[in-house]
Structures are given as structure tokens and as C-alpha cells.
T-cell receptor
């Protein structure tokens, strides 16, 4: 299958702690996008990282990409209760018509 | 970030009726839009790729005559669920690709309930 696979599938932490989630994918990509989804809502775009990039930051978010291992990670620093959501990685494969295929996601719970 | 809207946000209909869902990119042009459905506590399942000015590309197992897609302009795609049945009840989400940034932005979703 071509979806990204998030790991772990669920994570529960305390406010203020950092949360790291990993994503593995199958073949060469153009880019990889991370999204957040609150229950019953649409997806919010977090970060896009291109295949020639290794790290990107956005506020409390840090995304890394290792194309040799076909993996990416999303780090949320100083987590807040409002970060509680499901997180998805979505690789865009070369020659894949830009469609994104989603895995099961990772459920993050940040306890106050 | 860019904004994608969907209308309606929820709809309840009787079995056998057809329902149209609109997806609009509000501040960028999108030659390509995508339609997904999501069942409770599950991931998003890609249904089809909507191409402006041409026929949609459907994923395997998705009935094109059941889920009609029209992408008439660079900012609007519509999904029509024809002769809806209770098993079509789901959360339908669209996304639009901004060609300038390669980013896909998602709409807020439409919850369809078929009685």
C-alpha cells in the first residue's frame, strides 16, 4: 500500500512534554505533508517537507525527513491540551498524480 | 493557510434521494481536487481525483455512477451522491491542491446521514 504509516498509533502525555510521532513510507516521494484532525472535523495542514529538505520548523512543530530510511518524524514541543488530536502523515509519491493516501494516523492525548 | 470550504456542513436525507456537496478553494485556483470519505474512528479513504475540465479519476472499488464528480471551474468541485442509501452515510471531505506550493488544503467536511 502507498499510505504513510504512523507510529505509535496512540500516545498519551502530560502538558509540557514533547510528543514525537514517526511516519514510514514505501517509495520515492516528491514531498510529505503532516496534518492534524480534531474529532469530527476536517484536516488542518501543519507542514510540507520536500524530498530535498531534511528539516523544517513551524512554531512548536519540527519535522524531519530521512529519504534513505523512507521515514519522517513530527515533534511537538511543550505540548498543550489543545494539541490533542489525530495526526496523519501523507506522502506524495513521484508519478502518483499528487494524490495523498492516508494511513490510520496517530491519536495524541495531552493531559492537562 | 489557504481556505477550502464545503457546503453543506451536514445533510440528512431520505433513502433514494441524491445529495450534492460543493467544495470551493477560496483564495487559490485548484486544477486538482480530491474527495475522501471517512467512517468513525477510521482514516480517510480517497474516493476520486477531480480534474478541472476533464473526467474524474476514481479509486478502485468506488462506483463512478454512484458518486458523480464535476470540476467545472478552477475553484469548484462537486460530489453528488446519487440514490443515497444508509450505507452511504459518512463524513465526506474534499481537498484542493495549490499548485504554487504543492500543498493540499482540506475542507471542513460534510456529514451525510441517509435515513
Amino acid at each position: 500500500s502507498q499510505q504513510g504509516e504512523e507510529d505509535p498509533q496512540a500516545l498519551s502525555i502530560q502538558e509540557g512534554e514533547n510528543a514525537t510521532m514517526n511516519c514510514s513510507y514505501k517509495t520515492s516521494i516528491n514531498n510529505l505533508q503532516w496534518y492534524r484532525q480534531n474529532s469530527g472535523r476536517g484536516l488542518v495542514h501543519l507542514i510540507l517537507i520536500r524530498s530535498n529538505e531534511r528539516e523544517k520548523h513551524s512554531g512548536r512543530l519540527r519535522v524531519t525527513l530521512d529519504t534513505s530510511k523512507k521515514s519522517s518524524s513530527l515533534l511537538i514541543t511543550a505540548s498543550r491540551a489543545a494539541d490533542t488530536a489525530s495526526y496523519f502523515c501523507a506522502p506524495s509519491y513521484q508519478g502518483g498524480s499528487e494524490k495523498l493516501v492516508f494511513g490510520k494516523g496517530m491519536k495524541l492525548t495531552v493531559n492537562p | 493557510g489557504a481556505v477550502v470550504s464545503q457546503h453543506p456542513s451536514w445533510v440528512i436525507c431520505k433513502s433514494g434521494t441524491s445529495v450534492k456537496i460543493e467544495c470551493r478553494s477560496l483564495d487559490f485556483q485548484a486544477t486538482t481536487m480530491f474527495w475522501y470519505r471517512q467512517f468513525p474512528k477510521q482514516s480517510l479513504m480517497l474516493m476520486a481525483t477531480s480534474n478541472e475540465g476533464s473526467k474524474a479519476t476514481y479509486e478502485q472499488g468506488v462506483e463512478k455512477d454512484k458518486f458523480l464528480i464535476n470540476h467545472a471551474s478552477l475553484t469548484l468541485s462537486t460530489l453528488t451522491v446519487t440514490s443515497a442509501h444508509p450505507e452511504d452515510s459518512s463524513f465526506y471531505i474534499c481537498s484542493a491542491r495549490d499548485v504554487n506550493t504543492d500543498t493540499q488544503y482540506f475542507g471542513p467536511g460534510t456529514r451525510l446521514t441517509v435515513l
